[in-house]
Each structure stands twice: as structure tokens, then as C-alpha cells.
């Protein structure tokens, strides 16, 4: 079977998934592997944060994965459409086309193409459904997308983030690349550094959202802090196709109440018992035996503690803290299940993030990682040094030097895969966009041989809400990074450029259904890497109308201490720094953040800089 046979097959199992009908195959029709499935019932929300939805999602994909050959594989996954929930389902075959071996080289189709209405507003969406009627033969359709909101609510200024399609379909993805629930002794791979990496990969969505915030002249998002606080409203102006309800909104001032599965004292414990750890820098396993939080692993054994993962030393005692939060915030208007009411977007990782408690809630997650950090020694001038490497200059070369312009445009997405229509149905919405620019590094090598430099990029503002310069350790939570990569830096004067688009925290292009069934991008290099990655539209903050200060940061750090096993291959090696890189350990030792991830005791840059360190003022300047 050629690649673009398999690709059909594969895309056939995503189309029109929000009009299967709640028949299920009989049990006795079914294949004997799939008899134990069906728990969570078609039309409900199926949420990766729940326990039990996550339980039976991942005897899925473990079977799935598990299935003797690419046929098998197919059968099974027929077979599993006509029996399990549609969430469940898209996510569990996800999960095992994208580490199948004979997967290798196909995609799953984009999540936003899968289910529109997780993405796009109820009204839009009915409008689509409601010109489809009228659709004169032949006709593509293109509606507009509608605002789910007005500046009553301030919030409403950071829509174009938080709604941003892409931005959620990475969020969604991540997931998937990384489950919770992964079992390297079953799935027969090992996730590197995982833990560490669920903290850093969240730590620096916020680090983003807050740069957005104060380019829209908000102030930095407040954490959320104490179980008990009133919450903000929030309304998605979602609704599930599949179910027919809205996910829910959430009016004003409600606050988290103990659901049926949890807690808020479980919560509150769970709590208490992580913190204690990390104050006494061990943790204990469910074997009662202490381990230490040391620097090498103390942040991936924290990250899957508190997310929790399988990688969990023991769940039982520090329970399930970061997922059932997230459970808990989407169920705060209904939390019992009396009126039988969907949750909230906080309940699926593909809709989480348009909701600013999203943020705070992940905000009050990163201070515990923080506490953990702050528990390390700070970093030494001579863990920081490069002996004879220096940096002498930076610039942003782009229209203007050192200016970057940013600015909305529009795309389209496509609905008739999801929704079941009579023909082409386009939803014409708006994103963030800059301006293409490339970094020009003036590096010094003061020694008599070639040197191997890592370049570690990042960004953060300049001045806080008020215009009073941060301090450098405030600033540090708001430092993102932007790239990092590995060049050679000869004797002498080096000049090294390297383009906006080759970050090494963005994605290059996700194909999407049309094209993936004409064959574009199916391609035998794919892997789970592939489509892993923050959006390239989105690589730097917006900035405002007069031009936002901002310091880029650039360091540049040995490679020959940095690098693990060689270089990462590079097939979908493009987004490393979120996401990892294929069949290889995290391509840097370094602690994921570095140098921005422990306190920092200098006020100013020039206390802290090194020599193969700068800092550079650019400004980013948006216009409508
Ligand atoms: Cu990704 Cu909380 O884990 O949103």
C-alpha cells in the first residue's frame, strides 16, 4: 500500500465526526480487543484532564497501537468509531497514528478541520449551516467569523490570542505528543524529560500571554491562588456539535465546589503535601522511600507530580492536582451534574486556552515549579561564562532595524470535513502576523580553534504596567524564548545570521484535509514532531501602536557541554524547545529555560550579563 493510500484510509476515520448517531456496535459484533469500551457516551465532552475519560482513552490507544499491521489498525479503529465517544476517539487514534511505525510519514488531519465547533463561534457556525441551505449549485461558501465579545470586558483585548485557532490546535497537539497517561514499558518509547517539559511548555504560554496582555495596555494576569476566590465570568460562545449544549459559560463570581470525584480539600492536601516536598527537597514514593528533588530530575519528577502523569512517584499521596483543576474550573456552574450541563472549555485541551482563567489557573501551577526553582542555587558568573566568547553586538534586521512590525491578517478554514455540508464552507477569521526578520549575532572568539556555541534567544519587555524598568528577576518570568540553535563560531570576528522562521519553538506548516488528500505533505519523514509547535504567526507578542520596548536577549553557551547524543535528527527537529525532538533525549542538558529559569539576584542586564551574553532594546510596533 503506497503512503497516499494510507493517508486516505486515515482521513476517512476524521471526516464528519460530529454527525455519527449514538448507535453503538452491539457487543457481540465487536472485536474482542475493543469489548471494554463505550463507557463515556457519544455526545458528552470528553475531557483528557478526567480521570476515568483518560482511563478508557488510553486502553484505546493502547490497543490501537498495539494492533498487529496497518489493516489491523484500520479495522480497529473502524470499528472503535462505531462504538466509542467522538472525542475520545479523535484523540486516542491520534495518539497511535502518530507513534504507529507504520504511521510514519502520514498525519491526522488538523484538530480545528476535525471539530470546527471547538474553535469557532456557535453564531458563525450557524450561519455556515443556515447559507448551506441557500447554496446554489456548485457554490463555495465563505462566511465571516463573528467577536464573542465587546470592550465592556477588558479581557475581550486579548481575544485574538486566546481564540487564536492555531494557538489551541498546538495546545491540543502537545497533548497528544505527550499524554499523561504514556507508559514507555507499553508504548515501547520513552518520553524525555517529559515532566520538565510539561512546566516549561505551559510556564512559557503564560510568559506569552502576559507579553500580550501589557502590549494591550493590560497588566499582568493576577494567579489564581486560593480555592475559595471568586472567578471571572467567561463566555466561549462555543457549542458542541456533538452534544447539541454550549460549553458552558460561566457568569461572574461563582467559585470551585467539591464535584462528585473530587475534592477541595483533596486539592487543598495535595497542595500542602507538594509543597512540603519541595521545601524539603524530597518527595516520597508510593513505596514510602524518600526521593530527591535534585538538579537534574527534581523538575520532571515535579511536573509529572503535579500535572499528574504515569510518571507520578505517587499519586495516591500527591493525587492529581494540575488535572483535576482543570476539571473542577470547568464544572463550577453545574458541580454535581444536576442540570446535566457541559462543562466548560477548561475541561479539553483544545478549547482550554480561550479562557483567562486558563492562564491564571496555569500561572498558580508555574509558582509551585517556581518555589522548586527558587530552592536551587542562582546560577554562578562561571556557569554563565563562555571562556573567550563574547557577543559585541545584536541586531534585528527587518524593515527597520530593530523594529518589528506586526499586524492581523486574515486565512480561512474549512468546515465541510467537520460538519456535514453540502459543499465547500469557508470561515474567514483573523490572526496575529509580523513581519518576517532574521537575527544578526556578532560573536567574538577569542581562542585559537573553532568553537561550538549554543544560541539561546528570548525576549521579554522592557518596562512594567507603569513604565517603571523591571527588575531583572521580575522580567525573567517574562523572558520567552524565541530560538535556539547550534552554530560554529570560527576564530576571530563571526557574523551569524539566522531567520525568524527557523525558531526552534515553531512549527513550519500543518497540511491541512484538502491538502493532505491530494497527497501534499504526506511524506515519509512525518512523525508526532511534525505538527508539533507554537504557531509561527504567533512567535513574537503584539506590541503597540507606538512601538513596545522589548529586550531580546541572546546568549550563547558551549555546545560541547550542551548537547545530548549528537545532533537531533532533523526530520521535525523545528520545534525542539516545546516539543522535544524524534527518537533522541532533549537535544540541550541544560534546564529548560536556562538562564531565565532560576532566580536572578542582579537588578540590572549589566549586572547579570556576561560576556556571551547581551541585551538589546528593539521595539515591536503594531498596526491595525
Ligand atoms: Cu496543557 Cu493544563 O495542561 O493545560
Not at 475581550?156 to 502537545?174: M, P
Not at 514514593?285 to 500535572?307: F, P, Q, T
Not at 523591571?470 to 530560538?483: A, T, V
Request: glycine fraction near 6%; hydrophobic fraction near 35%.
Amino acid at each position: 500500500m503506497t503512503l497516499k493510500e494510507k493517508q486516505d484510509r486515515i482521513l476517512v476515520l476524521f471526516e464528519h465526526l460530529t454527525s455519527l448517531t449514538k448507535h453503538q456496535l452491539p457487543e457481540d459484533q465487536r472485536d474482542p480487543r475493543l469489548h471494554d469500551l463505550g463507557h463515556l457516551h457519544r455526545g458528552e465532552l470528553f475531557s483528557c484532564f478526567h480521570k476515568e475519560h483518560l482511563e478508557e482513552a488510553t486502553h484505546l490507544y493502547e490497543t490501537l497501537y498495539k494492533a498487529k499491521n496497518f489493516d489491523d489498525f484500520i479495522h480497529l479503529c473502524e470499528e472503535a468509531r462505531q462504538i466509542v465517544n467522538e472525542g475520545m476517539f479523535v484523540y486516542a487514534a491520534s495518539v497511535a497514528v502518530l507513534h504507529r511505525d507504520d504511521c510514519k510519514g502520514l498525519a491526522v488531519p488538523p484538530i480545528q478541520e476535525i471539530f470546527p465547533d471547538r474553535f469557532i463561534p456557535a453564531e458563525t457556525i450557524t450561519q455556515a449551516m443556515k447559507d448551506d441551505h441557500h447554496r446554489k449549485e456548485h457554490e463555495d461558501l465563505v462566511v465571516d467569523i463573528e467577536e464573542t465579545g465587546n470592550i465592556l470586558n477588558p479581557e475581550q483585548r486579548l481575544a485574538y490570542f486566546r481564540e487564536d485557532i492555531e494557538v489551541n490546535a498546538h495546545h491540543w497537539h502537545w497533548h497528544l505528543v505527550f499524554p499523561a497517561t504514556w507508559r514507555p514499558e507499553v508504548m515501547g518509547k520513552v518520553k524525555d524529560r517529559k515532566g520538565e517539559l510539561f512546566y516549561y511548555m505551559h510556564q512559557q504560554m503564560c510568559a506569552r500571554y502576559d507579553c500580550d496582555r501589557m502590549s494591550v495596555g493590560l497588566q499582568r494576569m493576577i494567579p489564581f491562588q486560593n480555592f475559595e476566590e471568586t472567578l471571572e465570568g467567561y463566555s466561549a460562545h462555543l457549542t458542541s456539535l456533538v452534544s447539541g449544549l454550549h460549553y458552558a459559560s460561566r457568569p461572574e463570581g461563582l467559585h470551585i465546589r467539591d464535584l462528585n470525584d473530587v475534592s477541595l480539600q483533596e486539592m487543598e492536601r495535595w497542595r500542602e503535601r507538594i509543597l512540603e516536598g519541595i521545601n524539603l527537597g524530597h518527595v516520597h514514593d508510593d513505596h514510602g522511600k524518600e526521593v530527591e528533588l535534585d538538579e537534574e530530575h527534581g523538575i520532571d519528577i515535579l511536573g509529572a507530580l503535579i500535572e499528574s502523569s504515569h510518571e507520578s512517584k505517587n499519586e495516591e499521596y500527591y493525587g492529581s492536582l494540575h488535572n483535576w483543576g482543570h476539571v473542577m474550573l470547568a464544572r463550577v456552574h453545574d458541580h454535581d451534574g444536576r442540570f446535566h450541563e457541559n462543562p466548560g472549555v477548561m475541561s479539553d485541551t483544545s478549547t482550554s486556552l480561550r479562557d483567562p482563567i486558563f492562564y491564571r489557573y496555569h500561572r498558580f501551577i508555574d509558582n509551585m515549579f517556581q518555589e522548586y526553582k527558587a530552592s536551587l542555587h542562582h546560577y554562578t558568573k562561571t556557569e554563565l561564562t563562555f571562556p573567550e566568547i563574547s557577543i559585541s553586538h545584536v541586531t534585528i534586521k527587518a524593515k527597520v532595524p530593530n523594529i518589528i512590525h506586526t499586524f492581523m491578517a486574515t486565512d480561512e478554514l474549512e468546515l465541510s470535513h467537520g460538519i456535514h455540508l453540502d459543499g465547500s464552507t469557508k470561515v474567514k477569521y483573523h490572526h496575529l502576523n509580523h513581519e518576517a526578520f532574521s537575527y544578526e549575532i556578532q560573536v567574538e572568539n577569542h581562542s585559537d580553534t573553532v568553537k561550538h556555541g549554543t544560541f539561546r534567544v528570548f525576549l521579554a519587555p522592557k518596562y512594567d504596567e507603569l513604565g517603571n524598568r523591571l527588575i531583572l528577576n521580575e522580567q525573567r518570568r517574562l523572558f520567552i524564548e524565541l530560538d535556539k540553535f547550534h552554530h560554529g563560531i570560527h576564530k576571530g570576528h563571526n557574523t551569524i545570521v539566522r531567520n525568524s522562521t527557523e525558531s526552534s519553538v515553531t512549527v513550519s506548516k500543518i497540511h491541512t484535509f484538502n491538502e493532505l488528500k491530494a497527497g501534499v505533505g504526506v511524506d515519509e519523514k512525518n512523525t508526532e514532531y511534525c505538527s508539533c509547535g507554537w504557531p509561527q504567526h504567533m512567535l513574537v507578542p503584539r506590541g503597540n501602536e507606538k512601538g513596545m520596548d522589548f529586550q531580546l536577549f541572546v546568549m550563547v553557551t558551549d555546545w560541547e557541554g550542551d548537547h545530548v547524543n549528537g545532533e537531533p535528527s532533523l526530520i521535525c527537529a523545528d520545534a525542539v524547545s516545546y516539543c522535544g525532538a524524534r527518537d533522541h533525549k532533549y537535544p540541550d542538558k541544560k534546564p529548560m529555560g536556562f538562564p531565565f529559569d532560576r532566580p536572578i539576584d542582579a537588578r540590572t542586564p549589566s549586572q547579570f550579563a556576561t560576556p556571551n551574553m547581551s541585551f538589546t532594546d528593539i521595539r515591536i510596533q503594531f498596526s491595525h
